[in-house]
């Protein structure tokens, strides 16, 4: 062989080489643009899913209570009316069930968690969850304690139901010595607490001044002469006449203060009920003691059933909240999150860890006097859910 030949193999043999590599790495230069395509395809599809499927979680306490039904049917409503994509949930009373269904929320992509919870404590971890995922968690109607993980509360005025409750039972008292009875809801709920300094605020004065007299709650009368209670002084009157917003349990509460109650602590009475469901349930109780002659009784939620209870005279008063406002400002607020925007602030709560920023919504009190004003021609319930009104 020549060696013309020779370099004319190998120029030959390096040229085939050079090409094959070219090739191949052509071949693998578009395996992976294809590759990447594909895979950014898939982010997108996959991005767009999470997107349009839960931006927003909701997180509900019990579907054992009307008016948490109430709740996910007004939002299920407002959500359709905004266009936004969201998911409901219920905790059923169990805070490990509550703290599965935020990972849950979490894990389809959710950018805001509404959330009222059981437990306002325990919901501290399920908060936690939602907060290192980067969700923004507003805390609904029940503020979440002990945690930096809320960014805001959306609520009504729950000091202000309470003094309602006051304002309405010392409406209907005069002279000395009225038999008055105390019920409180779930101390694990902040808002029992908001509610109680509420009714405290008007009815200590009246307490202190012997118009009435605190039958059902020995601590309570220890501290009848404080204007304002600690949270522990709190605890431990609302420990004596929790319901648990319970219907059984203030039930056989009821039941059990009026055993242990003498003639003279019956006749006429005041009673604070808590809500309309422990309400209908306490009332049901003192209607039933043939030394109960009068009651006063008070409620919150404006259930269908209770506002048959005030047009009956079975209940004397309930606490219009209204859901409509509430669901409105929880998803104002979710879309300012999702637009990057802060929701509007007028004041704070402390949750024992840091002030979350708050709108309160304010309440209306509703009698036999305006219930058709306040229920029906607002149209919050329809009149055919009545009768006799
Ligand atoms: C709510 C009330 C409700 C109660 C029992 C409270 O936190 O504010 O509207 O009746 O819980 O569920």
């Known amino acids: 062989m020549t060696d013309f030949q020779n370099s004319l193999r190998l120029v030959t043999a390096q040229t085939a080489q050079k090409t094959f590599c070219l090739f191949s790495s052509r071949r693998a230069q578009m395996k992976r643009a294809a590759m990447l395509i594909a895979s950014l395809l898939f982010l997108v599809v996959l991005g767009n899913a999470a997107f349009a499927q839960v931006k927003v979680g909701i997180v509900l306490p019990t579907k054992d209570e009307p008016r948490w039904i109430q709740d996910q049917t007004r939002f299920l409503d407002a959500l359709k009316t905004a266009g936004i994509s969201a998911e409901v949930l219920f905790s059923q009373g169990d805070s490990a069930k509550e703290r599965a269904n935020v990972e849950s929320l979490v894990s389809k ?75 409180a809801g779930a101390a694990s709920d902040n808002n029992a607490f908001l509610f109680f300094e509420g009714a405290w605020k008007v009815l200590q004065p009246k307490i202190a001044d012997g118009t009435f007299i605190v039958r059902n709650s020995d601590k309570a009368v220890a501290l009848s002469k404080k204007a304002t209670l600690t949270r522990d002084e709190m605890a431990s009157i609302i420990g004596q006449v929790t319901t648990n917003w319970n219907f059984a349990d203030a039930k056989s509460k009821a039941e059990a203060n009026l055993t242990a109650a003498k003639k003279e602590m019956k006749g006429t009475v005041y009673i604070a009920a808590p ?111 009545f009768k006799g009104l």
């Open 275 to 385: 809500n309309d469901g422990t309400a209908r349930a306490i009332a049901d109780a003192f209607a039933a003691d043939k030394d109960v002659t009068k009651y006063y009784i008070t409620g919150q939620d404006a259930e269908i059933a209770s506002i048959q209870y005030i047009i009956d005279g079975k209940q004397s008063m309930t606490v219009l909240k209204d859901v409509r406002i509430l669901v409105k400002d929880a998803i104002a607020a979710a879309v300012d999150f999702l637009n990057g925007k802060v929701p509007p602030k007028t004041t704070t709560y402390n949750n024992g860890k840091v002030d979350v920023p708050a709108k309160p919504t304010m309440i209306t009190t509703v009698t036999k006097e305006n219930v058709k004003a306040a229920i029906i021609d607002s149209g919050y319930w329809p009149a055919s859910n």
């Open 109 to 183: 992509g959710i950018k805001v968690l509404i959330i009222c919870p059981h437990d306002g404590t325990a919901a501290a971890a399920a908060a936690d969850v939602a907060n290192k995922a980067g969700v923004k968690v507003i805390s609904y109607d029940r503020l979440i304690r002990g945690t930096a993980s809320v960014d805001y509360y959306v609520t009504f005025d729950s000091v202000q139901v309470g003094m309602a409750w006051g304002d309405y039972l010392v409406s209907k008292a005069s002279g000395k010595g009225n038999n008055l009875y105390l019920y």
